[in-house]
């Protein structure tokens, strides 16, 4: 298992970056609550998985700004021009383009925030989740400790989602939650005897999940009429929140490791970024294109076929101009040969 590891990891990536630039074009009726249930939980478990504990909080700190913030703040700004440019007739000075412009800096996206690319809240409410489990991890060394503390912890969210309707910089509020995967990730990685038994037993844990997960979801969709939902806090029930998520967390990592190899998703996973900053931005110019060339009834007519025909060309283009831009880049900036 120690040489499989980088490849299903990749693999589960790619796996989640599907799920969530597929889920994005389906309507809130169409199934989307079943993606919604696990796969921000997904990529925050196996975001734990890799994380390495630094005696040096400055030199982590450096890693996560790099990592993050840094392509964060291009990727928003980038993002941010493209909307002024297109959606409110050049002019970067009304009252709407200045609210968006500062909501860079805040990180939410809530409240009508952060319109120009709303979905970029996760990479700032994952900074922020990282220097919050640092902490964690030198204060709390005990591993039953940790467990116990992380428990504590989710409580800690859900009760602040029920109870407080205060959104915070960078998505903290989201955070709190978003600790206890990222955690749980860390935690099971290192201890062998977790990894052995889902490697053990992965052809058995991924059907049964997946269908525990789906009545399960779908059971809790019905009774609160609204899907969980981590960037709004709309957890719903707080045991059928963590057992879905969970359940399809260890589900589609079984199916990674039953993979073991897949090209295709481990390109995928290494470039879930990219992919995950930009997808959104090119729906709303397929909106656009679609509204001009279509009837509504022939679009009426392929609703079924629209969010695999919006993931597949997303991904396609994206991967397509980053390759470019990396070949036209080493063109530019040869690395040196060494002897």
């Known amino acids: 298992m120690q040489n499989e590891r980088i490849h299903w990891i990749d693999i589960a990536k790619g796996i989640g970056i599907i799920f969530i630039i597929y889920a994005h074009e389906l309507g809130s009726h169409d199934l989307r609550y079943l993606f919604y249930s696990f796969h921000i939980p997904l990529f925050l478990f196996l975001s734990g998985i890799v994380f390495k504990p630094y005696s040096n909080f400055f030199k982590f700190l450096k890693k996560c700004v790099n990592g993050l913030l840094i392509p964060y703040l291009l990727i928003a700004f980038a993002s941010y021009v493209i909307w002024a440019i297109n959606f409110t007739n050049f002019s970067f000075t009304g009252n709407e383009e200045i609210k968006q412009f500062l909501s860079i800096f805040y990180g939410n996206s809530n409240n009508g925030l952060m319109d120009f690319n709303n979905i970029l809240w996760f990479l700032p409410t994952l900074f922020i989740t990282r220097i919050m489990f640092y902490f964690l991890h030198k204060f709390v060394t005990k591993t039953s400790k940790l467990v116990l503390s992380l428990f504590l912890i989710s409580i800690i969210g859900y009760v602040y989602s029920i109870y407080v309707n205060l959104k915070l910089p960078f998505g903290t509020e989201t955070a709190i939650s978003a600790l206890v995967f990222y955690g749980s990730g860390y935690l099971w990685f290192n201890n062998e005897k977790a990894k052995t038994v889902i490697y ?4 058995i844990l991924f059907p049964s999940l997946l269908i525990i997960g789906i009545i399960i979801s779908t059971i809790e969709f019905n009774n609160y009429g609204q899907q969980i939902d981590m960037r709004l806090l709309h957890l ?24 073991n190899k897949n090209n295709i998703l481990e390109y995928l996973g290494k470039n879930s970024l990219v992919l995950f900053s930009w997808h959104f931005i090119l729906f709303n110019y397929f909106d656009k294109f679609r ?3 279509f009837s509504k009834n022939f679009i009426q007519s392929i609703k079924i076929i629209l969010p695999t025909l919006y993931a597949a060309s997303s991904i396609l283009i994206i991967l397509s101009i ?10 530019m900036f040869p690395k040196p040969q060494t002897k």
């Open 200 to 203: 053990n037993f992965r052809k």
């Open 236 to 259: 719903n029930n707080y045991f059928s929140f963590y057992f879905d998520a969970y359940a399809g967390i260890i589900a589609w990592i079984s199916f990674s490791l039953i993979l």
């Open 291 to 293: 509204d001009i060339f």
């Open 322 to 331: 980053n390759n470019l831009y990396y070949k036209l880049l080493f063109k």
